[in-house]
């Protein structure tokens, strides 16, 4: 079934871990959580900065698809609900700013990474929110990637990302729910109504799929990352996992997911899906994406303006230290 170069799961977790201390090794063996002060290598010290970097990047990038519709929402009471939940994001990539910083780094030196193009956010939020029920084709199934995709974090192996994943993933929860109740309000609406939240699943399914990554034989860091206990289980995985938990969902609602060739496939125990174009996933995180440009421009004009705050913080904290100094 294998070529000769096929490699047993340990075999490839071994070989990753070859140049790995024994006492790191033994500490992953035993599935020890790692914490800031512990010793560990430098290579798994950079991925970590930068999948939490990364990470903190898409829930504060992930704010202006969302915050599009603040100001449009249908009534008070979902225009509270969104208001809350784009401010839930901005909590998160806070959370995940201060678990990079416990590795070391300085949060304004990431953000410097960001804004200049160095480090990079996910693919999912260079897509604009056209309708309103955009805004729940994001809940429903941009926060329910993000679950699936999170809640495994929830047992990485580095102590601070992990405990932030459990609230995180907590709020994603409810993030999904609240998308999948607008879509289930419209797809029992008018006519129009149910079209409008057919058009936003049909435009964001695919870019959903996309955003758990590669292929596994297109993914540079996954067998690294699992081996460290990073990452749990492969992009393809997670990615099986999601569709086998939105088919259900999809039906609950009444709406079709874009991909006739979905369907339960017995002998896997899974669902069966189209092949993905993933040149469009390398085209967006290249920058080439719909809205890119105006989510960095943005995100970019956003920092400059808030200059003075940051400076008015650090201005007052200096002062309440030379107080406390003094006293
Ligand atoms: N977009 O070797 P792999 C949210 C890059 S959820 C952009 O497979 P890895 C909640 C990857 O960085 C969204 N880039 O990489 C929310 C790597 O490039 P590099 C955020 C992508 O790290 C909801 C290269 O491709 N969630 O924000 C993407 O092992 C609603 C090769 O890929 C997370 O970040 C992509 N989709 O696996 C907020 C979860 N995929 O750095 C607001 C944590 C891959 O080597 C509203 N992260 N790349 O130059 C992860 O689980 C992993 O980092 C993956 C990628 C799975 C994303």
Redesign the pocket.
């Given at each position: 079934m294998y070529g000769n170069d096929y490699e047993t799961p340990d075999a490839q977790r071994a070989r990753q871990l070859e140049d790995t201390p024994e006492s790191f090794r033994e500490l992953l063996a035993t599935e020890g959580r790692v914490e800031p002060r512990d010793e560990m290598p430098d290579a798994y010290r950079r991925t970590l900065v930068?999948?939490i970097a990364?990470?903190a990047h898409?829930?504060i990038i992930?704010?202006q698809p969302?915050g599009n519709w603040i100001s449009r929402a249908p009534s008070l009471r979902r225009k509270a609900i969104l208001m809350a939940k784009v401010q839930d994001?901005a909590g998160?990539g806070l959370y995940l700013y201060a678990a990079a910083e416990t590795l070391g780094v300085d949060r304004a030196d990431l953000l410097d990474a960001l804004h200049s193009g160095r480090q990079?956010?996910?693919?999912?939020?260079n897509y604009p929110t056209l309708t309103w029920a955009d805004v729940g084709a994001?809940g429903w199934l941009?926060?329910g990637?993000?679950i699936v995709?999170?809640v495994p974090?929830c047992r990485c192996s580095y102590g601070p990302y992990a405990r932030a994943m459990v609230r995180v993933c907590k709020e994603?929860s409810f993030?999904q729910r609240q998308g999948f109740e607008i879509l289930h309000t419209l797809s029992h609406g008018s006519p129009a109504q149910k079209a409008m939240a057919q058009d936003a699943v049909d435009r964001y399914w695919f870019p959903a799929l996309?955003?758990?990554?590669?292929p596994d034989d297109n993914?540079?860091?996954?067998a690294r990352?699992m081996a460290w206990g990073i990452?749990r289980h492969s992009?393809d995985d997670l990615r099986q996992r999601f569709v086998d938990m939105t088919v259900p969902q999809a039906q609950a609602l009444d709406l079709t997911l874009p991909d006739p060739e979905i369907r339960w496939n017995e002998d896997r125990g899974h669902h069966d899906f189209a092949e993905i174009d993933f040149t469009e996933?390398f085209e967006?995180?290249k920058g080439n994406g719909p809205c890119n440009q105006q989510r960095m421009e943005h995100k970019v004009r956003a920092h400059e303006e808030g200059a003075w705050v940051r400076e008015a913080a650090a201005a007052f904290a200096a002062k309440q230290a030379a107080g406390e100094g003094a006293a």
């Open positions: 930068r999948q990364q990470h898409s829930e992930g704010m969302e994001e998160h990079k956010y996910s693919s999912i939020f994001i941009v926060d990637a993000a995709n999170q974090l994603e993030h996309m955003m758990f990554g590669p993914s540079p860091n996954s990352s990452k992009n996933l967006v995180i």
